[in-house]
């Protein structure tokens, strides 16, 4: 996002783009607990990315009580209900980057391996398949000239822009915070540091990304006017 210009007091237009999720197809597969433990030491981070985030924007028809694709295989296709509700558990939001993420998602799959008599398989067909995400970015030529203009234009904005803007935006910026923050900050930093506090409190995995922009609108709405 551009820096708040030397030679008057405003800041570039927020560019609102768009974005897609594809997924890639990695080859690498996982029949067994131990197996998996040992393909999500190896694999890139973007698969890691993939299945937990990857819902979102590619909704799964599974019970909703599973929420990343490695809970949702555990308790499928390998029937432990209570490895995959902790698995289900984690919250890739209290991760600084898919590093931790990944030593976490490790740490309890040992834990489980550590204390399991039996090893449970799968059938081949039934393999856990790593996936691999890639964003494309669309320009919508769309942008927000001022922050008062935030509360429509967000309200205005697809799920997969809101996806773009408050989800990616975290693994993307230096703060690691959303793209409204970064924006906020250059024009006024003390002025938004509240708004930009309120925001960063928004937790988007939990939620669907109508809810998250819902959420998004209420609070832009509170802090900027409607």
Request: glycine share 4%.
């Amino acid at each position: 996002m551009a820096r708040r210009s030397q030679s008057n007091d405003t800041c570039p237009p927020f560019a609102i783009k768009d974005c897609a999720l594809v997924a890639i197809a990695t080859g690498r597969r996982a029949q067994n607990l131990k197996e998996l433990r040992d393909e999500l030491e190896a694999v890139d981070p973007a698969c890691i990315y993939f299945h937990f985030w990857g819902g979102l924007l590619r909704p799964v028809f599974d019970d909703p009580r599973y929420n990343n694709g490695f809970a949702r295989w555990v308790h499928r296709e390998l029937h432990d209900q209570a490895l995959a509700e902790r698995l289900s558990a984690i919250d890739p939001v209290d991760f600084p980057d898919l590093a931790d993420l990944r030593r976490e998602l490790v740490e309890v799959i040992e834990e489980e391996l550590d204390r399991s008599e039996v090893l449970p398989w799968t059938t081949r067909e039934q393999r856990f398949h790593f996936v691999r995400s890639q964003i494309v970015v669309f320009d919508t030529r769309h942008t927000v000239e001022r922050p008062p203009d935030l509360t429509n234009a967000v309200a205005a904005m697809s799920h997969t822009s809101i996806f773009y803007h408050f989800v990616d935006a975290r693994r993307r910026t230096p703060d690691s915070v959303d793209d409204f923050s970064t924006w906020l900050a250059d024009w006024d930093r003390d002025k938004y540091r509240e708004l930009c506090r309120t925001l960063a409190g928004i937790d988007p995995f939990f939620r669907s990304l109508v809810e998250t922009r819902e959420e998004l609108v209420q609070v832009f709405g509170d802090f900027l006017g409607k």
